[in-house]
T-cell receptor, first 112, second 115 residues
Framework: SQTIHQWPATLVQPVGSPLSLECTVE??????LYWYRQAAGRGLQLLFY??????ISSEVPQNLSASRPQDRQFILSSKKLLLSDSGFYLC???????????FGDGTRLSIL | AQSVAQPEDQVNVAEGNPLTVKCTYS??????LFWYVQYPNRGLQFLLK??????LVKGSYGFEAEFNKSQTSFHLKKPSALVSDSALYFC?????????????FGKGTKLSVKP
């Protein structure tokens, strides 16, 4: 069966520091991959999605970036974090087509 | 533009009573609809989906949803609520055009089931 892993579960970073959040999927190949941010336990904002290695689409312009160095690895990065980057970051995968997305357990990021 | 609306921020139900969490949608093509549940500090869990076929879709944990094309609704239902059903529920619709393949989520409805 397929599983998705995100780490770390929680992270506290100072303003201006860099960021790297990692997400890996097991048990499937060539998945679509997604990064979301959830503010205040409510609506999800799609940040990036990828349909293949090296293929990244950005939904919202910001100081975050994403990379997909391997088929089942998706990384969210920032060179300099802002206070507004605080939130709950969720990674998800899906098969291509009209398929449900499956989510990891998220990383809660606090910026001080 | 595609959109999903969940008109209720919170729904309160007594344990054992039926529950309904409402969702309406707007899409430019065939509606592909999904329901997810989120427990505190966890990711979203897929409950059920409507692609085509029967308007009543059955999903996980005893939940079902009724697709109504004329009312552009996809309400989530359960005949008898459990305290453990208390969580945040999200409705989503598959996007078209530039967002094709991506899911557009509603803002979520907090379900509270009291014993």
């Amino acid at each position: 069966s397929q599983t998705i892993h995100q780490w770390p579960a929680t992270l506290v970073q100072p303003v201006g520091s860099p960021l790297s959040l990692e997400c890996t999927v097991e048990g499937t190949s060539n998945p679509n991959l997604y990064w979301y941010r959830q503010a205040a336990g409510r609506g999800l904002q799609l940040l990036f999605y990828s349909v293949g290695i090296g293929q990244i689409s950005s939904e919202v312009p910001q100081n975050l970036s994403a990379s997909r160095p391997q088929d089942r690895q998706f990384i969210l990065s920032s060179k300099k974090l802002l206070l507004s980057d605080s939130g709950f970051y969720l990674c998800a995968w899906s098969h291509p087509g009209v398929q449900p997305q499956h989510f990891g357990d998220g990383t809660r990021l606090s910026i001080l | 533009a595609q959109s999903v609306a969940q008109p209720e921020d919170q729904v309160n139900v007594a344990e054992g009573n039926p529950l309904t969490v409402k969702c309406t949608y707007s899409v430019s093509g065939n509606p592909y609809l999904f329901w997810y549940v989120q427990y505190p500090n966890r990711g979203l869990q897929f409950l059920l989906k409507y692609i085509t076929g029967d308007n009543l879709v059955k999903g996980s944990y005893g939940f079902e949803a009724e697709f109504n094309k004329s009312q552009t609704s996809f309400h989530l239902k359960k005949p008898s609520a459990l305290v453990s059903d208390s969580a945040l529920y999200f409705c989503a619709v598959r996007g078209y055009g530039g967002s094709q393949g991506n899911l557009i989520f509603g803002k979520g409805t907090k379900l509270s089931v009291k014993p």
